[in-house]
């Protein structure tokens, strides 16, 4: 069959499948295809890890060894709630300190990767079942920069975030992940940065260095939630609100633990999945990281 006969059958047919796929492919038309790039969900912790060496950010250094350097990052945050869903579209995105009380030295940071204004508009474009907005009113926050920078301290790769629409249920944001397969074709690393166990509220602040020290409750939701992980149940994960107690307390708010969900609806069926970083940390968080690479 010719490529114009063959061109011409398949936008007859729905779009679906592997018409789909490359429809998708086809709005990226600033980059080269690539090999099927990983997914990282990046548990960030405090935003000390930022300039502090230790087992955790070692472990974000090392993780970036692991595939091949990707030529622009997506990174979901949960430091960037809004009314709608939005991509940075700068140059040049600005370092955003996103939090209050600690050490000059943190202040003092900036991770000046370059923004890529092309990247956020064909992304929008890629997503369908909610209007997504290319703005310059934002940059990077620390859910971003503070562990981007320990995969690439360099900062030569371009970063765009992507904000997650506050008004929207697990489902929706589970789904709008999947809208972004065609990326990880193009050689962009599609980031989630949150933590899995976090509430704030009952930090134990005299054990707040403490790692591998959690409350009952805490070790419990890490566990349910790394079994849901790794057995690919991502609909208990997606009903965590139904999950008893110890969920409730783990995600009393949904931002730092919707950016799992962009990540693991991106997640393909020859997929290899792997944690790291697996610990609780003073009392009422945990670290644990997910690491998703395409089959060897």
């Known amino acids: 069959m010719e490529r114009k006969q063959f ?3 398949l936008s007859l047919l729905p779009l679906t499948g592997a018409a ?23 548990g960030h912790g405090s935003p000390m890890n930022a300039i502090e060496d230790n087992e955790f950010t070692r472990n974000f250094h ?22 709608g869903t939005f991509l940075t579209a700068m140059d040049q995105p600005p370092t955003i300190h996103d939090f209050g009380g600690f050490p000059k030295a943190l202040y003092d940071v900036q991770y000046p990767a370059p923004g890529s204004p092309q990247l ?3 992304t929008s474009q890629l997503i369908g079942s909610t209007k997504a907005d290319v703005t310059q009113k934002w940059g990077l926050d620390h859910g971003a920069w503070s562990v981007i920078k320990h995969l690439y301290p360099n900062a030569d790769i371009p ?21 972004l397969a065609a990326l990880r074709r193009k050689g962009v690393l599609i980031i989630g940065s949150g933590n899995l166990v976090h509430n704030l509220r009952m930090v134990d602040w005299e054990n707040m260095n403490t790692i591998g020290y959690g409350f009952d409750w805490a070790v419990e939701a890490k566990t349910k939630m790394n079994d849901w992980i790794l057995s690919g149940d991502h609909k208990a994960l997606m ?4 999950q008893g107690k110890a969920l409730q307390l783990a995600i009393p708010t949904p931002d730092h633990f919707l950016p799992l969900l962009y990540v693991l609806g991106l997640k393909e069926g020859k997929d290899e999945i792997s944690l790291f970083n697996d610990k609780t940390m003073a009392g009422s968080l945990s670290m644990t990281s997910v690491f998703i690479k395409p089959e060897n």
């Not at 970036?64 to 809004?82: G, M």
């Not at 975030?161 to 008004?167: A, F, K, L, Q, R």
């Open 7 to 9: 061109l011409k059958i």
């Open 20 to 42: 789909m796929k490359l429809n998708a492919l086809n709005k990226l038309t600033s980059m080269d295809s690539t090999e099927l790039m990983p997914l990282l969900f990046l």
């Open 62 to 83: 090392d993780i970036s060894t692991k595939f091949e350097r990707p030529k622009a990052i997506l990174c979901v945050s949960a430091h960037w709630e809004t009314r």
């Open 120 to 122: 956020a508009k064909e």
């Open 159 to 179: 970063v765009i975030e992507m904000s997650i629409d506050y008004t929207k249920d697990p489902e929706f944001h589970y789904n709008l992940g999947r809208e």
């Open 239 to 242: 009903q965590y609100k139904q």
